[in-house]
């Protein structure tokens, strides 16, 4: 059983670029999000669905997009990268009928230089 | 506002030694509250969770944490810490029964370990 698994795990992007991180977990949750963690910060909500086809935004959604096209795969875009957006970003899901917290991905690390 | 507040940053203890890291939260519905950990390079691991009844409850590797509803806390204990428990600690809430299980997260503690 993988859980949840984040593509890449690091990535340098210059200002500019575009990338898609990919996130895809193997338990049929239907609740997935993705967040960024940054020193000192502790993780933001960036956006969630709660299942194929809804989408919504968290607390720091600027910058970024996402889709959820199966009840698998929720990938998150970022279109034109800026280094504000350097960050460790991670992915999670939760069962909407048993909460028994998030499953967390390893996270991706990605630098925008 | 909904919120979580880790007061400690950073802790040091010796090994062997006691632990106590703060969290205190401001949410109005019933909260279901949560711990993790997180080791240098990894994601997120849960630690334990408390949704009602009993209000101290155990964890996985020896923690403990106690709500404490009238002072808005669910402090994490460990009564003898080890060198691997070096890591950084967060604390979460969310809303018990809500439509979407979003959590909050608190800033996080960095928690060394001397020998």
């Known amino acids: 059983n993988a859980g949840v698994t984040q593509t890449p795990k690091f990535r340098i992007l210059k200002i500019g670029q575009s990338m898609t991180l990919q996130c895809t977990q193997d338990m049929n949750h239907n609740y997935m999000y993705w967040y960024r963690q940054d020193p000192g910060m502790g993780l933001k909500l960036i956006y969630y669905s709660v299942g194929a086809g809804i989408t919504d935004k968290g607390e720091v959604p600027n910058g970024y997009n996402v889709s959820r096209s199966t009840t698998e795969d929720f990938p998150l875009r970022l279109e034109l990268a800026a280094p504000s957006q350097t960050s460790v970003y991670f992915c999670?899901?939760?069962?909407?009928?048993?909460?028994?917290?998030?499953?967390f991905g390893s996270g991706t690390r990605l630098t925008v230089v | 506002a909904q919120s979580v507040t880790q007061p400690d940053i950073h802790i040091t203890v010796s090994e062997g030694a006691s632990l106590e890291l703060r969290c205190n939260y401001s949410?109005?519905?019933?909260?279901?509250l949560f711990w993790y950990v997180q080791s240098p390079g990894q994601g997120l691991q849960l630690l334990l969770k408390y949704f009602s009844g009993d209000t101290l409850v155990q964890g996985i590797k020896g923690f403990e944490a106690e709500f404490k509803r009238s002072q808005s806390s669910f402090n994490l204990r460990k009564p003898s810490v080890h060198w691997s428990d070096a890591a950084e600690y967060f604390c979460a809430v969310g809303n018990y029964g809500g439509a979407t299980n979003k959590l909050i997260f608190g800033t996080g503690t960095l928690l060394a370990v001397q020998p």
């Open positions: 999670a899901s939760s069962d909407p009928r048993e909460f028994y917290g998030y499953t």
């Open positions: 949410y109005g519905a019933t909260p279901y």
